[in-house]
């Protein structure tokens, strides 16, 4: 499977615990970006990350979320002290990010629930 | 606020009819995608627009972007049952490589 991974699908947490979301670029892909979609909405950008470099995060909630993009491994989502306004979906895209490629591929996402 | 106004939110007609879908905005963009999600799903990119005035066709589905680049339209020929799902803009503009999503039409064909 070449398209871009994230896990887990589906995950559930009690308010006040952590929540890490990954996300695997497609092969070849250095831009991520990740996205909110709460139910019957459109998606809502909250970060966009290169290689070990955050390079917008104006859509990131100031508070308990964080996002990396390490040399190696996937890009992590973390939200700390969860709330249930948390619960939604979060997906991850990708992009070339050479040439000015304004297209962007997304993953499955993962549906995160706080109860 | 809401950049990119898409209508309408909820369409649904028989199949074999045919239907337009607008996406809408005082703003220029640099490129307009068009997205097709289904239940549980991550969005699909379907086309990319990047001229004003371009259109697009992919079987029987037409895009257009606007000459202006702030509006672009969906057009469906002869609707089938599988076009169910919810249809999503976004547009991107120069030198920001995030996109701004439109909140979506949610297509229902009827056999």
């Known amino acids: 499977n070449a398209g871009v991974m994230q896990n887990p699908r589906h995950l559930v947490r009690r308010r006040g615990q952590e929540a890490r979301l990954r996300c695997s670029p497609m092969k070849g892909h250095s831009h991520v970006y990740w996205y909110r979609q709460l139910p019957e909405e459109g998606l809502k950008f909250m970060v966009y990350l290169q290689k070990e470099n955050i390079i917008d995060e104006s859509g990131m909630p100031k508070e308990r979320f964080s996002a990396e993009f390490p040399k190696e491994g996937p890009s992590i989502l973390r939200i700390q002290q969860v709330v249930r306004g948390d619960s939604a979906a979060y997906f991850c895209?990708?992009?070339?990010?050479?040439?000015?490629?304004?297209?962007?591929?997304f993953g499955p996402g993962t549906r995160l629930t706080v109860t | 606020t809401q950049l990119l106004e898409q209508s309408p939110q909820f369409l649904s007609i028989q199949e074999g009819e045919n239907l337009t879908v607008y996406c809408n905005s005082s703003s220029v963009f640099s490129s307009l995608q068009w997205y097709r999600q289904e239940p549980g799903e991550g969005p699909v990119l379907l086309v990319t627009?990047?001229?004003?005035?371009e259109v697009k066709k992919l079987k029987r589905l037409t895009f257009q972007f606007g000459d202006a680049r702030k509006d672009s339209s969906l057009h469906i020929t002869a609707a089938q049952p599988g076009d169910t799902g919810l249809y999503l803009c976004a547009g991107g503009r120069q030198g920001a490589q995030k996109l701004v999503f439109g909140q979506g039409t949610r297509l229902t064909i009827n056999p």
């Open positions: 895209a990708s992009s070339p990010g050479r040439g000015g490629s304004y297209e962007q591929y």
């Open positions: 627009v990047v001229t004003g005035g």
